[in-house]
C-alpha cells in the first residue's frame, strides 16, 4: 500500500519564508547552497514537501515515519522505525527514487545517517536500511546488525540478489521471494548508536569483466578500520537498467524493533 507520510512541514509548503521553516533568515538549506547543485537528486528535508520530490514510499507491518526536528542540518531530518517482528512477519518504512529516464552507468550516493536506540544501549536488532536496484539486473541491500554477544560491536552488512524484487519490499518483494540465496558481504562496523554519521557509497560497474559486473563500496568518513568492498557478480548491475535507491527502516521477522535517521542526502548517476 501507498503510506500516508506525516510531514511536519506540510504547513509551510510555499512559504518561501526561511525563518518560518526553522531556518534563520537569509540561511540557505543544505540542497540550496551553490556546492549541494547539480546532482540528480538532493534532499535535506527542509523545504516544502520531500514527498513530492520521490517516487514511491511504503508503510506495511507497522512501519512509521516522519519528517521531524533535528538533524544533522537542521531544522529538520526524515525519521523511520519498523517494529518488533515475530515468526516470518516483516515490517517496512521506506521510500525510492526511481530514474527513469536513465541507464545504470554508476552511482555516488551521501547521506547522513543515525542508528537510534533507547539510552543509548548497543543495537539489538538487524535492519535494512539502504536500498540499491539495477530494475534490469539484481538488487544490493544494505543492513545493520548487532554484534553476536549483544556488545557494541554492531556491523554493517550486504546481500546481493539476483532479481531486482528480492532484496525488500520497497520493490514488491523481499529475501524470501528469491529464487535462491543472496550472497552475504560483511563490510565494515556500524557507527555508534544516537550519533550521526556521513556515509559514502559507490558502486561501479566493472568494464572489464563479466557484463553486469561490478563493485560496491560502503564508506563510514572518519571510521578508522578500512571496509570491505562488496562484489558484484554479472548480470546485476545490466547497463540497459534504470537505477533505483531506496531509504528505509525494515525488519523481516523473527527481528526487534529498527529506528533509522537520515539527512542530507545525495545521489550522482555515476561512480565518481
Not at 521553516?21 to 540542497?31: A, K, R, V
Not at 520530490?53 to 511504503?58: K, Q, V
Not at 543495537?123 to 548487532?146: E, H, M, N, R, W
Not at 529506528?259 to 555515476?270: A, F, G, R, S
Request: hydrophobic letters at 40%; one cysteine or more.
Amino acid at each position: 500500500m501507498r503510506a500516508s507520510w506525516v510531514l511536519l512541514a506540510a504547513a509551510v509548503v510555499g512559504a518561501g519564508c526561511a525563518s518560518v521553516l526553522g531556518l534563520p533568515d537569509g540561511t540557505l538549506s543544505f540542497c540550496s547552497q551553490s556546492a549541494n547543485q547539480g546532482h540528480a537528486y538532493c534532499e535535506d528535508f527542509d523545504v516544502g514537501d520531500p514527498s513530492t520530490r520521490w517516487t514511491f514510499a511504503e508503510g506495511t507491518g507497522g512501519g512509521a515515519y516522519a519528517v521531524a526536528p533535528g538533524g544533522e542540518s537542521p531544522p529538520n531530518l526524515l525519521d523511520m522505525s519498523a517494529p518488533a517482528q515475530s515468526g516470518k512477519t516483516s515490517a517496512l518504512a521506506g521510500f525510492d527514487k526511481e530514474f527513469d529516464d536513465s541507464t545504470f552507468v554508476g552511482l555516488h550516493i551521501e547521506f547522513d545517517v543515525r542508528f537510534v536506540t533507547p539510552g543509548g544501549a548497543p543495537l539489538t536488532s538487524t535492519g535494512g536500511f539502504l536500498l540499491i536496484v539495477d530494475k534490469s539486473g539484481g538488487c544490493i541491500g544494505i543492513q545493520a546488525s548487532p554484534a553476536p554477544d549483544g556488545g557494541p560491536g554492531a556491523g554493517i552488512s550486504a546481500i546481493v540478489f539476483q532479481q531486482p524484487t528480492s532484496c525488500s519490499a520497497l520493490t514488491g518483494g523481499g529475501p524470501g521471494t528469491a529464487a535462491g540465496p543472496g550472497i552475504i558481504t560483511q563490510i565494515t562496523a556500524a557507527p555508534s548508536p544516537n550519533t550521526w554519521a556521513h556515509v559514502v557509497v559507490v558502486v561501479a560497474p566493472d568494464p572489464k569483466g563479466l557484463p553486469g559486473a561490478g563493485t560496491l563500496t560502503f564508506n563510514i568518513e572518519g571510521q578508522p578500520s578500512s571496509p570491505t568492498a562488496v562484489p558484484l557478480v554479472g548480470g546485476t548491475l545490466i547497463a540497459a537498467g534504470i537505477p533505483l535507491v531506496g531509504f528505509a527502516a525494515e525488519v523481516n521477522g523473527p527481528g526487534g524493533a529498527f529506528e533509522v535517521q537520515y539527512d542530507n542526502i545525495t545521489i550522482d548517476l555515476q561512480p565518481d
